[in-house]
């Protein structure tokens, strides 16, 4: 008899986590979610530097490196980009791949492309909002998950914006500093 109780305070406690994190991603998607804009720590320290031949980033090959090379706690799958724009407000023209995993799990990989610099700059601040409210939801129910989003790996260079939560975050800032400095 223990047993059973037992498994029916982890399932009560299972579904009370996912109707959180419904709650949570239903307030942030409609744009209630808090609002206020400081820089994410773990901003990139150096900014890369595209190269003196101006040559364009294959941002396609970074992202599947990012997706495949980088250890990731879940699967990442590519938001719809109507969920994506609901989460993140990037500029007009831009354009924005979002990766997510499951609901209880912070992990994600975003990659944005601007028409401009000066709206790739606000793309990076509309991805540093996005992640700090991210961390807020997290902090309540999944601390650990909110601290991995503390260090997300946040690098602008020229138009492109790429944000990467994972435990792997050097790994992964590694590459998309030296994808940039090529």
């Not at 239903?26 to 031949?53: C, F, I, L, W």
């Amino acid at each position: 008899m223990k047993l059973w109780e037992d498994k029916r305070a982890v399932s009560l406690a299972v579904i009370a986590v996912f109707i959180l994190f419904i709650f949570i991603w239903g307030t942030v998607s409609t744009g209630r979610g808090t609002t206020g804009s400081t820089k994410s720590k773990q901003t990139a320290q150096e900014e890369p530097q595209a190269t003196a031949s101006g040559a364009e980033v294959d941002i396609q090959e970074l992202t599947n490196q990012l997706l495949n090379d980088v250890k990731y706690e879940t699967t990442l799958e590519l938001m719809d980009s109507s969920l994506a724009d609901g989460m993140v407000n990037i500029e007009k023209g831009s354009t924005m791949e979002l990766y997510m995993g499951e609901g209880t799990c912070a992990d994600e990989l975003v990659v944005v492309r601007a028409t401009d610099e000066e709206s790739a700059k606000k793309n990076q601040t509309a991805v540093e909002k996005h992640l700090k409210d991210m961390k807020q939801s997290f902090e309540d129910y999944i601390p650990e998950q909110a601290d991995k989003i503390g260090r997300a790996v946040i690098v602008r260079c020229g138009v492109y914006v790429v944000a990467c939560v994972t435990s792997d975050g050097k790994h992964a800032q590694d590459m998309i500093v030296e994808a940039f400095q090529q």
